[in-house]
């Protein structure tokens, strides 16, 4: 099982910035990918951000340009810049691990609200 700890979110106004960190413990193994998925009230849960433990990224093209993220590999924790912040980022980030190995997994945190005013 993995555990994880998210911190960061909160309310802001359109343009401003936030920074999400998500650290894992537990059977995280060596070879996997992190970041976040995101939910909007009424919407379906997107992917927005990954990093694998190589270090190849995804951004989905909402959040391109505006978004960052990266990780910390000995501890196992993943952050995300987010800047340019606008209403439409309003969601539950959710961060999640997935382990190729040896089945495909995918674990999830328990989210964070992050709240952009216009």
């Known amino acids: 099982q993995v555990q994880f700890v998210e911190s960061g979110g909160g309310l802001v106004q359109a343009g401003g910035s936030l920074r999400l960190s998500c650290a894992a413990s537990g059977s995280t193994i060596t070879i996997n990918t992190m970041g976040w998925y995101r939910q909007a009230p009424g919407k379906q849960r997107e992917r927005v951000v990954g990093?694998?433990?190589?270090?190849?990224?995804f951004y989905a093209d909402p959040v391109k340009g505006r978004f960052t993220i990266s990780r910390d590999n000995v501890n196992h924790t993943v952050y995300l810049q987010m800047s340019s912040l606008k209403p439409e980022d309003t969601a539950v980030y959710y961060c999640?691990?997935?382990?190729?190995?040896?089945?495909?997994?995918?674990?999830w945190g328990q989210g964070t609200q992050v709240t952009v005013s216009s």
């Open positions: 999640y691990l997935w382990v190729p190995s040896p089945s495909s997994t995918t674990y």
């Open positions: 990093i694998s433990s190589s270090g190849n990224t």
